[in-house]
């Protein structure tokens, strides 16, 4: 999720900038971006042998592994995967392709430990504790091949994680997908950001609109609502984080930021994890913006795991989608219908639009999910305010503008 810093270090960022100036950085033109349209370009995203190593791993969770399955492996070695986890087993006892998340996570939990306490073994024991059982064969062989991670297996500095399978999921998100992306990459050529970089809520919610974090994160790009709040509309009425193409001007704005401040599109991705300001400290601690040596030296209690894997996880989705969409494996959208934006060019309540247009409540809910509970109830005659965009069915387009043209001449004529 996206993050700002706070006002403390801003003198920091303000020094990043200055200095991105005098090298000539600036945000990509649009008539460069229409080139790399549906392309990631190297000048633009360096994948270092630690990138791709990561990319490497992420590609498989996005396109080997689906969500049946668990991945363990090896943090700070992401070529280590000691074990696959298939919950097929258990789909088959309960007759349900759907197993519990309570359920998997137990099984997983389970033979995470077995695999951490087989690490402790070799810790303790050296290469004899191979002949333990069949954990510390699995990891014995995870590690075999390489002499340098064998001796991180006996010194005990290997660190085991669990990662599920997404493939699947993200098949279903690429067709979710289809309905926003042509607008998400339009928005972000006028912001002149790198039309990829919409690819990035594969990450951050595989295009769910429904997408809640338990920190309060919402919609497609997870924001916060701090930092949502400097973008678009927040308030007990309206939540635009839950509409997609005003979460993606918002995402376009915040990415652009990041980029003028820190001179770099892979530390720019990765700041809308780890914060900007957390990224200008990397810089300035190791004198470097190469995103490898970053990953391999940075050291901070909040750079972990998601912020160091986040620049590749990213670009192994984006590649994911792209082969996704060469090889015709992204199924149509369901309940799919076009839509056309409706500009409230005066103060107008829920309820007025509703009485003064032909628009139903299900469809106005269903395509503006951004207004809130309290709209349809409670403050069903609060005002919505002037020049606000609600999105409508295209084929009542024209009909919906003369009825809200009409609502404000006869509110007017009444004056």
Known sequence: MPRIGDRKTLALCLLMWSLDSQVGLAITTHKKLAKAHHEIKDDLFPRPPTVRKLVRFWRKIFYEYSSTTAVIHDANDTDRIVDVIDYSPLEKQRYSFMVPRRDRDEVTSRNLIRYIKAAENFAKEGESAVNRGEPERRLYDAYKSNPMALQRLYKGEVKLRAQGGLADDLIQAAANAQVYLPQMEKIFLRYGVPTILTRLPFVESMFNLKARSKVGASGIWQFMPQTARHYIFVNDLVDERNAP???????????????????????????????????????????????????????SPSFGFASRNFYSEFLAAADTYEKLYRQNRIPKPLDYTPTASVIIRHPMSVAQILQSTSITKEQLTALNPCLLEPAWTKKLNKQLPSFYEIKVPKNLHKAIQIGIKNFDAKRYARR
């Open 245 to 299: 193409e005003k979460a993606t001007k918002a995402a376009a704005q915040f990415l652009a930021n990041n980029y003028r401040m820190l001179g770099s599109w892979p530390l720019a991705i990765t700041a809308y994890n780890h914060g900007v300001i957390g990224m200008a400290n990397a810089v300035k601690k190791h004198g470097t913006k190469d995103i490898g040596t970053i990953i391999d030296s940075y050291y």
